[in-house]
T-cell receptor, first 112, second 111 residues
Framework: DTEVTQTPKHLVMGMTNKKSLKCEQH?????MYWYKQKAKKPPELMFV???????INESVPSRFSPECPNSSLLNLHLHALQPEDSALYLC???????????FGEGSWLTVV | SQELEQSPQSLIVQEGKNLTINCTSS?????LYWYKQKYGEGLIFLMM?????EEKSHEKITAKLDEKKQQSSLHITASQPSHAGIYLC???????????FGTGTRLKVLA
């Protein structure tokens, strides 16, 4: 069983909507990640938070806005998305860098 | 550009057969991770290798990292339908938080 919990599992949103993806871990990990995965492709890193500070932003468009309210929670705020943003969004966490990262089950996002 | 190459891209084997998946990097790896993913779901951590020449086993799956830490293999003995899925190798790029993933190997096991 994964100890990284993502909600919702499925989300359908219009291009003018504002929605959020949520992620929670209770392993005491200090690094949390957002990845995007398109069909038949490997996950691509979007953001990394380390000790609740944004550590890495892989040139992600501003219509994706991450937030780390505390060490256990990670959100991804979505606004004015495009249909090509439809994908599986994966949250992950690790103790710190150089440690194993553990993934949640993902949130399927469809933009219509 | 993709820095971790996996082979083969897909594999179909009869139940009970052994198989090997390879992961190659052009640079020395700080840590090499193997994950399994079922379609549309999250990645399940299998094993991590850090030292050159290291080998780890869990149930019927064995992973090895070569001495130069640039190539890893994942070997499944006596495959079962439950082994079916996508196997991904991942690496910690330069000891940073930038974990990257290989292209993936899609495994199907025929009963």
């Amino acid at each position: 069983d994964t100890e990284v919990t993502q909600t919702p599992k499925h989300l359908v949103m219009g291009m003018t909507n504002k929605k959020s993806l949520k992620c929670e871990q209770h392993m005491g990990h200090r690094a949390m990640y957002w990845y995007k995965q398109k069909a038949k492709k490997p996950p691509e890193l979007m953001f990394v938070y380390s000790y609740e500070k944004l550590s890495i932003n892989e040139s992600v468009p501003s219509r994706f806005s991450p937030e780390c309210p505390n060490s256990s929670l990670l959100n991804l705020h979505l606004h004015a998305l495009q249909p090509e943003d439809s994908a599986l969004y994966l949250c992950a966490s690790s103790q710190t860098r150089g440690n194993t990262i553990y993934f949640g089950e993902g949130s399927w996002l469809t933009v219509v | 550009s993709q820095e971790l190459e996996q082979s083969p891209q897909s594999l179909i084997v009869q139940e009970g057969k052994n198989l090997t998946i390879n992961c190659t990097s052009s640079k020395t790896l700080y840590g090499l991770y193997w994950y399994k993913q079922k379609y549309g779901e999250g990645l399940i951590f299998l094993m991590m290798l850090q030292k050159g020449g290291e080998e780890k086993s869990h149930e019927k799956i064995t992973a090895k990292l070569d001495e130069k830490k640039q190539q890893s293999s994942l070997h499944i003995t006596a495959s079962q339908p439950s082994h079916a899925g996508i196997y991904l190798c991942g690496a910690d790029k330069s000891g940073t938080y930038k974990y990257i993933f290989g292209t993936g190997t899609r495994l199907k096991v025929l009963a």
